[in-house]
């Protein structure tokens, strides 16, 4: 019987702005946290990842490589970014040229277990919890379902 593969959690790599708070245990690499970020526990954040000032990340999120998150933000719990869109008709692979990117405003607040495509999101927009943001969002407001959809 074979031994598997251990890997731990921990925090590689990370540029740390002033004031940031991580609550472990946590899986940060690569990325850059600007100052007064809050992060919970269980989050992963992948390399190629900003997140702007003051913003605060609920246990339990996922946020991929290729994710930029603006300043003021609130990403509830389970929020999950996703990078490949399967545009081949399945899994890229490791074919990262397939991925693609996901750019979030300022004030932005993301509802628990929400999950984001590949998509733009404008400044001063609410996502409701559990809605899937498949399209950009280029107009301020609230939006819920799958699709989300604007409310108000």
């Known amino acids: 019987m074979g031994e598997p593969r251990r890997l731990q959690s921990g925090i590689v790599d990370v540029d740390f702005g002033e004031r940031v708070t991580v609550v472990e245990p946590t899986n940060l690499y690569g990325c850059n946290l600007g100052d007064d970020v809050f992060i919970g526990p269980f989050v992963e954040i992948q390399s190629n990842v900003s997140i702007g000032a003051r913003t605060r990340i609920q246990s339990h999120a996922f946020i991929c490589e290729l994710v930029s998150v603006g300043e003021d933000c609130f990403i509830s ?6 990078n490949d869109p399967f545009r081949i008709g399945g899994p890229a692979r490791g074919d990262q040229t397939q991925w693609k990117e996901t750019t979030i ?8 277990n929400a999950t984001l495509m590949p998509v733009t999101i404008c400044d001063d927009v609410v996502i409701g919890a559990g809605a899937v943001v498949t399209k950009d969002i280029i107009e301020s407001g609230t939006y819920v379902g799958n699709p989300a959809r604007k409310i108000k």
């Open 77 to 82: 719990h389970g929020v999950m970014f996703i």
């Open 105 to 112: 405003g300022n004030r932005v607040s993301i509802g628990t």
